[in-house]
Nanobody, 113 residues
Framework: VQLVESGGGLVQPGGSLRLSCAAS????????MAWYRQASGKQRELVAT???????NYADSVKGRFTISRDNAKNTVYLQMNSLKPEDTAVYYC????????WGQGTQVTVPS
């Protein structure tokens, strides 16, 4: 049972990144998946969620810039991040499973000011 994030890195303001989260089948299948982030010295916050049927919701701070999606054949959830800003700098975590029980280890996204 695991969640493994990838795709983080350093990107200039206005740039794009795509995060991936590969999940074991027991976590992914039929369950809502989510991305969270935690900036240094701040609380972890919800970024986006996606239902098993593909319905997505977003935090106001990322609406229109980020897109969450899922590939059910690959047990993978993605977060496409466009128009990145310095305030998007954080460790991004994938979360999933029944009642979003499981967390990934996180991947760092840095957008310098």
């Amino acid at each position: 049972v695991q969640l493994v994030e990838s795709g983080g890195g350093l990107v200039q303001p206005g740039g794009s990144l795509r995060l991936s989260c590969a999940a074991s089948g027991s976590i992914f299948s039929g369950n809502r998946m989510a991305w969270y982030r935690q900036a240094s010295g701040k609380q972890r916050e919800l970024v986006a969620t996606i239902s098993s049927s593909g319905s997505a919701n977003y935090a106001d701070s990322v609406k229109g810039r980020f897109t969450i999606s899922r590939d059910n054949a690959k047990n993978t959830v993605y977060l496409q991040m466009n128009s990145l800003k310095p305030e998007d700098t954080a460790v991004y975590y994938c979360r999933g499973g029944f009642n979003l029980y499981y967390w990934g280890q996180g991947t760092q996204v840095t957008v310098p000011s």
